[in-house]
C-alpha cells in the first residue's frame, strides 16, 4: 500500500512544555512531554491524518537551544521518510523561537516532493487553554490534505510558507506571521483553504533554495559544526571593535542587520570592508520588521550585490549552508 503513512517527528519545544501549575503559561520547561503523548491529547488525529501514524522522538529540546546534531537528525529522519514510498508527509512538532531557522534550513535543503509541515504552540502542553492539540491537527489536516509538497509552518490556523514565516511575538497565541504576504491558506474546522496559486514562494539572490544533490547532503551532514556565521546590527553610536573582535575570533561571515534599506554606519562599514578584504562573507540586509531590502533596479552598483531577500536570522543559516557547500584550502 503506497502512500499510507503519515510521519510525526518530535523535537520537543513549548508544545511539549510542562508547567508546575495550569494557570502558568510562562516559567515552564520546554521539551518535557513525548510526541506519542502530544498525539493522545487529539482523539481524531488518526482520522484527520487519513491513514497510519508513525511517530520518532529525534530530540526533546527548547529550541532556542536547538544545535547542529538535532538538525543532522532531522535532516537525516525528514529524508528517509521522503524516499519512503508509504510516507504521505512529514509532520514535525517544535519550539517557537527558532522554528523560522529549521522551516528555512529543510527548506533548502531537501527536494520538494512531499509536504513537510512544522508545527508549535506559545502555551505548554499542561495549560488550562493548551494551543498545542489545534495546532498539531490543523498541522495534521495540511500533511494529509494530498495538498502541496514542500515546507510549510501551521499554527494559529494559519498555513506559512517557510520563506516569510517568523515569529513576530514573545507571548500571543498568534505569534507566527508572514510579514507582508500573509499566510499561504487557512485550516478550517479541519479543511484547508489555501489562499495564494500553487506557486513555490522562494527569495531573490544572493539567497535561494540549494539544488543539493544526494552526496552533498551527505557530505553536510558528516560535518561536525557548520561554518560560523554571525549577525551583527547597526544602529546609533555603532562601533566598528565588535566586527573586528569576530574577524580576529575565526568567523567565517557575517550578515548585517541593516538600518532602513539595508543601510550600514559608517564606523561598522569600515570595519567589514575590512572583513570582506580577509576573505569574511558580508551580506546585508533590513533590520525593518516588515520588508525587504529595495536595489535601485539598474544591476550596475557593486554595493548592491550582498543585499539579500531574507529576514536576517534566515539569511544566517542561508550563508552557513553556502559557505559549508564552499571547497576550503
Known amino acids: 500500500m ?7 517527528l518530535g523535537t520537543g519545544g513549548t508544545i511539549a512544555g510542562r508547567a508546575d501549575s495550569q494557570s502558568q503559561a510562562v516559567g515552564y520547561k520546554a521539551g518535557q512531554i513525548t510526541v506519542q ?57 517544535h519550539g517557537t523561537d527558532t522554528l523560522e531557522e529549521t522551516a528555512w534550513l529543510l527548506h533548502s535543503l531537501l527536494p520538494a516532493t512531499k509536504p513537510i509541515v512544522l508545527t508549535c504552540a506559545m502555551r505548554p502542553a499542561t495549560a488550562l487553554l493548551a494551543d498545542g492539540p489545534q495546532n498539531l491537527r490543523d498541522a495534521v489536516t495540511v500533511a494529509a490534505s494530498g495538498g502541496r509538497s514542500g515546507v510549510w509552518v501551521v499554527a494559529g490556523g494559519e498555513v506559512h510558507a517557510a520563506a516569510q514565516v517568523q515569529k513576530v511575538h514573545p507571548y500571543r497565541l498568534q505569534a507566527m506571521r508572514s510579514m507582508e504576504g500573509g499566510p499561504q491558506a487557512l485550516v478550517e474546522e479541519g479543511r484547508v483553504r489555501w489562499l495564494v496559486p500553487d506557486a513555490p514562494v522562494t527569495p531573490v539572490a544572493p539567497v535561494a533554495r540549494m539544488a543539493i544533490s544526494a552526496p552533498a547532503l ?14 551583527v546590527f547597526s544602529s546609533a553610536l555603532a562601533r566598528a571593535c565588535g566586527v573586528d573582535a569576530l574577524v580576529a575570533a575565526g568567523v567565517r561571515g557575517i550578515v548585517v542587520a541593516g538600518t532602513g534599506n539595508a543601510t550600514i554606519h559608517e564606523s561598522m562599514e569600515a570595519a567589514l570592508l575590512r572583513a570582506r578584504d580577509k576573505g569574511v562573507w558580508i551580506w546585508r540586509g533590513t533590520r525593518c520588521a516588515e ?24 539569511a544566517r543559516i542561508a550563508m552557513m549552508l553556502a559557505l559549508a557547500a564552499q571547497p576550503r584550502d
Not at 503506497?2 to 510525526?8: A, D, N, P, R
Not at 497510519?52 to 538538525?71: E, G, I, R, Y
Open 2 to 8: 503506497g502512500q499510507s503513512k503519515l510521519v510525526i
Open 37 to 93: 503523548s502530544l498525539l493522545d491529547a487529539v482523539p481524531d488525529l488518526e482520522q484527520q491524518a487519513l491513514g497510519l501514524v508513525q511517530t520518532q522522538q529525534l530530540a526533546q529540546v527548547d529550541s532556542k537551544d536547538m544545535d547542529w546534531p538535532v538538525w543532522r537528525a532531522l535532516l537525516r529522519a525528514c529524508t528517509q521518510a521522503l524516499e519512503d514510498a508509504d510516507t504521505r508527509a512529514v509532520v514535525i512538532t
Open 218 to 231: 551527505s557530505d553536510l551532514l558528516a560535518l561536525d559544526e557548520l561554518p560560523w556565521v554571525e549577525v
Open 291 to 314: 520588508g525587504l531590502p529595495v536595489a535601485s533596479g539598474l544591476g550596475t552598483d557593486p554595493a548592491e550585490a550582498d543585499l539579500v531577500q531574507l529576514p536576517v536570522a534566515k
